[in-house]
């Protein structure tokens, strides 16, 4: 009896594993199928006439129109600093104060002298005019006078050095001194950055150089602001280009509105560089390798066929098309990734 229970319990344990390792089979098939199935799910567009507006776009950085270190205009200790990190100031304010306890005693001095020899000037003018004096006197008390009242002015403006005003208005971007320290004429005390007008800087190729002017317009979007247009001046271009032919470019732009833009952020610019004319075009999202090698899938019969082609005009959002499509073919927008040429497709939309 004890035979026949073991008989049976071993059958069991083959049958389940029997059971076992053919569903891990039908797993692995289903998930090779899966794997290597024959149809990518792409997404396709017309090829079709369009108003194409013939368009540059590049890169660029944005930096602040006036960005400047304030300096300290004499030596001594830093007595006070008046601002913080992040702090708006106005052009006239008075940012840092150093020590002015000398400077405040020679200024006294130098009025003192100036009065006394304004005393003696006055009184050797009346004993000239009663001859009692002769001019040789009067001029030298006229002399010591006016050397009097330049002291006395010079003494002012040193005594006004104490008080470190930014001639710009702005926000402090940079603390560069603490207070106690000892500065000399033209250490620089603290950053003001004023971002109300922003320049944008980027480089041209050659050929595109001579496609852009100042005072073109052009149009300015960032990652930061998605759907946000910042509308821009072209106010530099360069007469010379470095060793690789590229030609810096600068564009200025306001920057006063709801949508702030900070210096060093990365933008993309557009450029408008002639006018709308209808032509055969794609979607920019077709392209595969670059304009001047450019290849795109096309949609024929459940198949992707990989074509050349020839770029002509550049527009925001669409490239217009010289030879190699023709109006109505339908040319992968999506899905490429997983593509080769030849390979089956299934078309999960048609834009």
């Known amino acids: 009896m004890k035979r026949i229970i073991g008989i049976i319990v071993i059958a069991l344990i083959v049958i389940l594993s029997v059971f076992k390792l053919v569903s891990n089979r039908n797993k692995i098939t289903t998930q090779s199928e899966n794997l290597f199935s024959n149809e990518v799910s792409v997404t396709v567009a017309d090829v079709s006439q369009r108003d194409i507006s013939p368009a540059l776009n590049v890169t660029g950085t944005v930096y602040p129109v006036k960005e400047l270190d304030i300096p300290a205009e004499t030596s001594g200790k830093l007595k006070t600093l008046n601002y913080t990190i992040g702090q708006n100031v106005k052009a006239g304010n008075v940012i840092a104060n150093i020590d002015d306890e000398l400077k405040k005693l020679s200024y006294e001095s130098a009025k003192i002298d100036a009065e006394k020899a304004e005393k003696d000037y006055n009184r050797l003018k009346n004993l000239l005019s009663g001859g009692t004096t002769s001019q040789q006197e009067f001029d030298n008390a006229k002399f010591t006078y006016e050397t009097a009242k330049n002291k006395v002015a010079d003494a002012a403006q040193q005594l006004s050095y104490t008080k470190i005003t930014t001639p710009i208005s702005g926000t402090i971007s940079k603390k560069l001194v603490e207070v106690g320290t000892y500065v000399n004429a033209g250490t620089a ?27 073109n317009k052009v149009q300015i979007t ?46 993309n610019i557009t450029f408008e560089i002639g006018t709308n004319t209808m032509g055969l075009s794609i979607p920019r999202e077709a392209l595969q390798g670059s304009v001047k090698e450019a290849k795109v899938y096309v949609a024929e019969n459940g198949k992707a066929h990989l074509k050349k082609i020839v770029i002509g005009r550049e527009g925001s959002s669409y490239l217009e098309v010289l030879s190699g499509l023709s109006e109505n073919e339908k040319v992968v927008i999506s899905g490429q990734v997983n593509l080769t040429d030849n390979k089956a497709i299934k078309i999960i939309n048609n834009n």
């Open 222 to 267: 960032s990652d930061i602001y998605p759907g946000v247009v910042f509308v821009g001046k072209v106010s530099f271009v360069s007469s010379r280009g470095d060793d690789a032919h590229n030609y810096p470019v600068e564009i200025e732009l306001s920057n006063t509105g709801k949508n702030q833009l900070k210096g060093g952020t990365f933008v």
């Open 189 to 215: 005390v603290a950053s003001v950055v004023d971002i109300s007008k922003l320049k944008v800087k980027a480089n041209l190729s050659e050929s595109s150089a001579y496609s852009v002017s100042v005072g």
